[in-house]
């Protein structure tokens, strides 16, 4: 594109005289900005947004033109009707409008929660420093002194906060006071801007698509992740791993092979929640931090059974068949993974980290499952949380979730029908050998732990308000459903 | 626990015998380690109709108290065994220093059909789960007390 003449007006800087080239803007209408006060960052952040024309540009400074020279300032409808609603004086409205602020931007400003006084605040000072800006103007620094802009420092954000340690220290939950805990149906920022910050117009939207907390959302999360933190362990030196002594071959390839198992289930949970995090927004940064310590707990998990399966003669063994692997990590919305991943998946592999405890032959395979368990344990939390929450704000969507187990509960059953591998494993370790009765033993157990995570899992169901699942589980789980007859495993 | 060399003697179940392992816990720097820990735990030995109720807060067992059982129905969950169950589970600990691979907790619960750990709640039945380290370490802290069974 050719340049420009310069004509009257102040310089417009290179980087924007090229920004402003490459949109096909003229630099006339980047002169004129800049001339009513705009700042050249915030021209050239406007610019850069997609979907900007010379069209629109031309409309927008023509009107603060207009305002500028004393012309009215009009308050669009849908402006006037959230400035009553929330209290916000119609001057202050004008003033905002002048400053440059869209219609858009001051209603969601307002949703937000921004209080007239903190707007008062802000626009003042906006006012100021434009003023100070204006061409003519006298500037306050010297000649040769570096003059510094602190209008940041009138951020109209909640001041004066001081959260002090409680008994668990500072803690994420302890920091939600004032409008700082404020957590929002729906979060209307599609930027990364932390909760309680104060946005800028122009910053390129991250691609989220979950802003609305009943998707997401789980009471716990907060505290959650302040126990992956507290109570995190080391598979390196946290697990004595110099008490494992050898086995009998059987025992080992079974041991082997059920931690081959569960190192497939880590590498699945830690794609599964890996690829999620980038979805939700950060208006719910409680969940974001949490779910990244689970992404931790599942890197850990996949660490510790390696290292089992490769520290006792032994080595990796065979591939599961993996149909319910696809039906976790393809489910398209975050409750479904959810479910799937941290109640249904994860029920059974507790019910499957205790039967390690159980047969557990060291002190290391014995505290690498209880350690397990615990980890575990807090995502079948956050996952009833979550689904708690989803219920009673969803109640039409009911029907949804039961769709949601039912599918997941008939692959889960397939793939477990097909797993023979997993199950003689699970066999052989229970019943502790190869023996014939030992087989029989080992079989016996296995079925009576399988009516033990049943229980487990419908008892949690239940918990977070999905009784009924109780009569709607899939035929081949609903005979285990009965409570244990016999202490088999005894 | 040692005062001069001399282990507290107390007998189970009492209240005296939880304030001791308490008293243990909360001045037991490796327990802290753990991490924070937040229950409300019943026990229960029915056949001696005898129930206590044991707050575990952030890093220490802040409370233990004897109850009834219809309030320890209410902790998040209890632990439950006849006195012959918790004897042979307490004894161990004293005999190895820590429960030995099957008298942990997880492994007392795997074997009672009810579960040794019951609650009326499934979410908080997990709790159970969530701080199984924390609680295997309250009752391995048990092996430094001369524990006596009434008979």
């Known amino acids: 594109m050719a340049q420009e003449p310069q004509t009257q007006g102040p310089d417009i800087p290179e980087d924007l005289v090229k920004i402003a080239q490459d949109n096909n803007i003229p630099l006339d209408l980047v002169r004129r900005a800049l001339a009513l006060g705009f700042p050249a960052e915030a021209v050239k952040q406007q610019l850069a947004m997609p979907g900007v024309t010379a069209e629109a540009a031309e409309q927008f400074i023509s009107q603060q033109e207009a305002m500028r020279a004393g012309g009215e300032v009009v308050i669009p409808d849908d402006l006037a009707e959230a400035a009553k609603k929330h209290d916000w004086p119609d001057e202050l409205v ?5 400053l440059g602020a869209t219609a858009e931007m001051l209603i969601s400003q307002m949703d937000a929660g921004l209080r007239p006084d903190q707007a008062e605040r802000f626009i003042t000072q906006q006012e100021r420093l434009r003023g100070a800006a204006q061409p003519g103007a006298a500037r306050s620094a010297e000649a040769g ?11 109209p954000t909640e001041w004066g906060i001081r959260v002090r340690p409680g008994k668990k220290g500072l803690t994420v939950g302890a920091l939600n006071v004032g409008t700082y805990g404020d957590i929002p149906d729906y979060w209307p ?25 009943a998707e997401l959302w789980s009471d716990n999360a907060a505290d959650l992740y302040e126990e992956a933190i507290q109570r995190r362990w080391r598979p390196a030196t946290d697990i004595p791993w110099e008490s494992i002594e050898p086995l009998p071959d059987e025992i080992e390839r079974a041991m082997c092979q059920l931690c081959t198992f569960f ?8 794609d599964t929640v890996g690829k999620w995090l980038p979805e939700m927004s950060y208006g719910y940064h409680e969940v974001k931090l949490y779910l990244a310590t689970a992404e931790f707990d599942a890197a850990r998990h996949f660490e510790v059974f390696r290292k089992r399966a490769l520290c ?11 149909y319910f692997h696809r039906a976790i990590i393809d489910a398209r919305a975050w409750t479904e993974t959810s479910a799937v991943l941290h109640i249904l998946s994860n029920s059974f592999l507790m019910g499957l980290y205790q039967l390690g405890e159980y047969v557990a032959h060291s002190e290391a395979e014995s505290n690498i499952f209880r350690l397990c368990i615990q980890d575990t344990a807090r995502q079948l939390a956050f996952g009833l949380g979550h689904l708690k929450y989803f219920l009673i704000r969803k109640h039409d969507r009911r029907e949804e979730v039961h769709t949601y187990f039912n599918k997941a509960e008939a692959v889960m059953v397939y793939d477990d029908e097909n797993d023979n591998v997993l199950r003689e494993a699970l066999i052989i370790l229970l019943g502790g050998g190869l023996i014939k009765e030992q087989i ?30 109780r009569e709607r589980l899939h035929y081949s789980l609903k005979k285990y459903a009965e409570e244990p007859v016999a202490a088999q495993a005894a | 626990m040692t005062q001069g060399g001399v282990k507290t003697r107390a007998s189970f179940p009492s209240t005296e015998w939880f304030e001791a392992v308490r008293s243990l816990v909360n001045s037991d720097e490796q327990y802290r380690r753990i991490g924070t820990c937040d229950a409300v735990v019943g026990v229960k030995v ?3 109709q005898k129930y206590y109720l044991l707050t575990f807060e952030a890093f220490e067992c802040s409370e233990v108290k004897e109850s009834t059982e219809q309030e320890v129905d209410n902790a998040d969950f209890w632990l439950e065994a006849p006195f012959e169950k918790w004897k042979e589970l307490i004894t161990n600990v004293k005999d190895n220093g820590k429960a030995d691979l099957h008298h942990t907790l997880n492994t007392i619960d795997l074997e009672d059909p009810q579960g040794f750990a019951r609650s009326r709640d499934g979410y908080k039945r997990d709790l159970f789960y969530r701080f199984n380290q924390s609680f295997q370490y309250f009752f391995d802290l048990s092996s430094k007390i001369e524990t006596t069974f009434p008979n």
């Open chain 1, 94 to 98: 004008k003033r905002g409008l002048r």
């Open chain 1, 312 to 322: 006792n003669g032994g080595g990796m063994g065979i591939q599961s068949p993996g």
């Open chain 2, 46 to 48: 029915p056949d001696r």
């Open chain 1, 145 to 155: 002194e570096q003059a510094l802009d602190l209008s940041w420092m009138k951020v």
């Open chain 1, 440 to 469: 029989l033993d080992g079989y016996r157990k296995l079925e009576y732990f399988k009516r033990r995570w049943v229980r487990d899992y419908l008892a949690r169901l239940e918990s977070a308000g999905l009784p009924e699942r």
């Open chain 1, 189 to 213: 920022y599609q930027t990364e801007m932390p909760r309680g910050a104060y946005p800028i117009p122009g910053v390129p939207a991250m691609g989220y698509t979950i802003y609305e907390k």
């Open chain 1, 263 to 270: 190192c497939e289930k880590a590498l699945l949970a830690g």
